[in-house]
RNA sequence: GCUGGGGUGGCGAAAUUGGUAGACGCACCAGCCUUAGGAGCUGGCCCCGCAAGGGAUGGAGGUUCAAGUCCUCUCCCCAGCACCA
């Protein structure tokens, strides 16, 4: 027989705390130390998963834990409204996507309210609002005005399924992020914010960040730093060229950038991507100019993927023409092939085939000199190392790293660095995101949408299916309302905004969720900024987190937030698998439905079970287990069957001392988002407390303040039923003389060269003669010496003593 | 390939950062109790051994009175990046 019907008393706690009101925060609180807790915000796919679970319930465990500490916790939630599932609702079944997404997300409040979640519904946001996202809108504007946005032609990942264009970091390993469809190339002019302007900072500015070192690690990655320089190779017509064509041959040079400007020496061929500008030029001129155009229009059908994992290394050389090493004066031959990236550094590299492995394979292939210009044991080989530079002119015989800066100067070039990230791409041809607030004049010039007309609405009377072309252009409405705001011959911006610029700034619109006069309140954001905690999933380090932190340091240059960093400390969260080891998912059949779960074992079982599976601030993966649930099920059931034993008694210095470490190691733990530990301290506890033949109410009560931001509902419950006042999530935290963790007597082990032969009980103070004097009694340890005199005796107090002999 | 994080029982995991390895929980085993349950209680549960004892933290060395923890080499797993010059 269950000891308490946990639907019950979810009901009851429930109610009470909305009756008391008890989280709603007040942001203007000056008495409590704030503390602005978050979450990243779900996108309303539908029903709850336990995904959502993991994320909300455990992160609540740590907002009610804080509460009881005294801070005045910020937990808000909101919805990432706008995207393309509600699109594809759309395209499937008919559905309105609008009411698709708003029907989702009364589902989901519904239930996220069944987890006793301590959240503020309050301040609430949802980015598909146009409450919300006309600040979105007036955010971009602020953007464009300060040139961080901007409309220019690129090559840009194209998704065939999704029918959009992507951001860079929306490709995974050449997939589209969200469908996995194989993703194309092409040259389109589309929106995009510039992220590089910031790259630097985003990289130094990590290091100061109180981040594991793994999720900063990713975004330096993604970020790429690689300094070099940039040198330049004059074109010159090659010896067999006729007079004519040499005449006709343009004065250019191609610039390349290399990290190892030490190697100059050793170059032997230059190469150009085949998307380089030059090539344009100089095709012409060239007496293989259909070989290479041909080379030229294979590599356009290709797909980035394609061409890094063909490891041939094709090319054509361009016959015809030389390039010129600027400080050897040698001419070299030049060569266009795919394995360089027209979208890093210059789209043109100088090939050195002795120290750099894919010039080494392409030479080989080609049959190019290859020079060594660094000394290394085995000349034919490839050495990418340092060392002395030889056959390098003047430079010859000094260190490679230290001529570096010399052979640059010598050479004309300039040092440079260049960073692996690209651009933000913004804009998507798809219709349920925040309209791009620009209209085009009659020359085609984007303005800006005056701010008297946001938000710039995203229309209703539009044609969901997908052609290519954004489907806001179907709309009637929307051509209408630009030529009755700006004039004949203008016309709307098509494409709306990549959800992860809703995404980017939503932790401020909660500081003033209802604000019509600005996007959030500065006095809040001074208050409130950064966010000290922020737990998310690890899939976000280079998407969501890399955007956010940009996004922010742009509204920082623009005074518009007062810190250049908006998250503290950052946790990627771990996933939850099925209970056969393998990710959720319906293929499997594997999927774990928490409504089920939860009607069986009540939601702090559940909680409880999450909080316990592993630690938190890892982003492990665990396996659900039921049998774990229903563990922590029995566990509850102990502690309400510990009330019987609860009396009004003195609370003596054991039970007390048990409470202060139980205490000490759940708070410590919990801070460190170590649930599976603090949990376990409680476990102790208890079963410490049910030795005893009765339990002191307070102490009992202690052990429910404890136990509160885990089982919030039994917990409450208890409280009642004890006698407690209010409610025991208003109330704080016991507090222990820290002097109690000191015990008066102490268990050191013996160890015999290391080994345990036994312990003693001593005090603490104890002086070392006493203490080692007490280990040679022991008969184990007697034995162990075997008569022989201790060469050494290591004693550390209160903690081993170690006896050696020979 | 590069960078980062890991490798501890049948399983999820602990280990106060150099000081009793395996806390807590699951599963399993034995016993008790019983208005026989997916219930409760008690005990056991790394390996070998009746025991005394010995061996164990992917593997091999090393430093140290003492190593899961530090160093060297090596093998695996996970994540990020990857023809980025």
């Known amino acids: 027989m269950p000891r308490y019907d946990h639907q019950e008393i979810e ?31 779900p996108y309303p796919s539908g029903d709850l998963h336990i995904g959502h679970w993991y994320a909300f319930a455990v992160t609540d465990i740590y907002a009610r834990y804080l509460r009881m500490k005294g801070k005045n916790v910020l937990f808000p939630i909101g919805f990432d409204s706008f995207g393309l599932p509600a699109e594809n609702a759309a395209m499937k079944n008919g559905a309105d996507p609008k009411e698709w997404t708003y029907q989702n997300m009364d589902r989901m409040r519904a239930q996220i309210r069944t987890m006793g979640t301590s959240l503020d519904w309050s301040k609430e946001v949802v980015t598909s609002d146009p409450e919300y ?18 409309r220019r032609e690129a090559p840009v990942k194209w998704c065939p399924k999704d029918q959009t264009v992507l951001a860079n970091e929306q490709v995974v390993d050449g997939k589209c992020e969200r469908c996995g469809t194989e993703v194309v190339e092409k040259r389109l002019t589309q929106w995009f914010m510039k992220i590089t302007d910031y790259a630097e900072r985003l990289l130094t500015d ?75 030029e100089l095709l012409e001129v060239l007496e293989n100019e259909p070989d290479v155009a041909a080379y030229i229009e294979m590599t356009k059908r290709k797909t980035e993927r394609e061409r ?57 292939k080609h049959a190019l000199p290859h020079l060594q210009v660094v000394a290394s044991k085995n000349e034919e080989e490839c050495f990418t190392g340092d060392g002395t530079l030889v056959a390098s002119g003047e430079f010859s015989g000094r260190n490679n ?67 290519g072309k954004a489907p806001l252009a179907s709309s009637k409405e929307l051509h209408e309302r630009v030529i009755r705001i700006f004039g004949e011959g203008w016309t709307p911006e098509y494409d709306t905004l990549d959800t992860f610029v809703d995404s980017s700034w939503y932790f401020l619109r909660y500081l003033d969720p209802k604000d019509n006069h600005d996007f959030s309140d500065q006095a809040m954001l001074k208050k409130w900024l950064p966010v000290n905690r922020y737990s998310g999933g690890s899939e976000h380090t280079t998407m969501h987190l890399l955007y956010a932190r940009f996004f922010h340091k742009a509204l920082y240059d623009m005074a518009l937030v007062p810190t250049s960093e908006p998250f503290n400390e950052r946790f990627n969260r771990g996933i939850i698998l ?15 439905n928490p409504d089920d779960v939860v009607k069986e074992f009540g939601t702090d079982a559940v909680r409880m079970y999450l909080a316990f599976i592993g630690p938190y601030n890892e982003a492990g993966h665990y396996p659900w287990n039921l049998d774990g649930v229903s563990a922590m099920r029995r566990f509850l059931e102990r502690v309400v069957a510990l009330m019987e034993k609860s009396a009004d008694t003195e609370v003596s210095q054991e039970v007390l001392r048990m409470l202060a470490k139980a205490e000490a190691k759940s708070a410590g733990d919990s801070e460190r988002f170590k649930f599976n530990t603090a949990l376990s301290a409680l476990m102790v506890l208890v079963r410490d407390m049910e030795g005893l033949t009765s339990v002191p109410n307070t102490a009992y009560q202690d052990v429910l303040k404890m136990l509160a931001p885990f089982a919030p509902h039994l917990a409450e ?90």
């Open 11 to 41: 009901k009851r706690a429930q109610e009470k705390w909305a009756a008391l009101d008890l989280y709603t925060t007040d942001l203007t609180n000056t008495e409590k130390e704030p503390y602005y807790l978050l979450f990243e915000f």
């Open 133 to 150: 996202y006309k600040w979105t809108q007036w955010l971009f504007a602020k953007l464009f005005e300060h040139k961080l946005v901007e």
């Open 206 to 280: 990590l290091d100061a960040l109180p981040w594991r070192e793994d999720i900063k690690d990713a975004q330096r990655a993604w970020i790429g730093k690689s300094e070099g320089a940039k040198l330049s190779f004059k074109v010159v017509p090659s010896a067999e060229a006729s007079s004519e064509d040499v005449a006709a041959i343009p004065d250019v040079s191609i610039e390349v950038f290399t990290t190892r400007p030490d190697t100059l020496y050793g170059v032997t061929y230059v190469v150009l991507a085949p998307e380089h500008k030059l090539l344009n």
């Open 308 to 364: 890094s994992e063909n490891k041939e290394k094709t090319g054509v050389r361009l016959e015809g023409v030389m390039a010129v090493n600027p400080v050897s004066g040698e001419k070299i031959p030049l060569y266009v092939a795919d394995y360089v990236l027209g979208s890093y550094g210059t789209g043109a590299v100088m090939a050195v085939p002795a120290h750099d492995e894919r010039d080494f394979v392409f030479a080989k």
């Open 401 to 467: 790293r230290e001529a570096m800066a010399d052979i640059v100067a010598k050479a004309g070039g300039v040092a440079v660095t260049n960073y692996r990230i690209r651009d933000w791409l913004v804009s998507r041809q798809r219709y349920w995101g925040c309209p791009i607030p620009v209209v085009y004049d009659p020359e085609g010039m984007p303005h800006l949408v005056p701010p008297e007309h946001l938000p710039w609405t995203l229309p209703t009377d539009v044609d969901f299916t997908p052609t």
């Open 578 to 592: 099925g209970t056969d080891g393998q990710k959720m998912s319906k293929r499997w059949g594997n999927v774990v």
């Open 717 to 806: 419950e208890l409280w009642d039923k004890t006698g407690g006042e209010g409610s025991i999530h208003s109330s704080t935290r016991p507090v222990y003389d820290p002097r109690l963790l000191e015990t008066d007597t102490v268990t050191v082990p013996v160890q015999v060269n290391g080994k345990r032969r036994g312990d003693i009980s001593i005090a603490p103070d104890m002086e070392e003669v006493n203490v080692v004097a007490m280990a040679l009694q022991l008969p184990t340890v007697l034995t162990a010496i075997a008569g022989k005199t201790p060469k050494r005796v290591v004693y550390v107090r209160s903690k081993i003593i170690n006896i050696v002999v020979d």
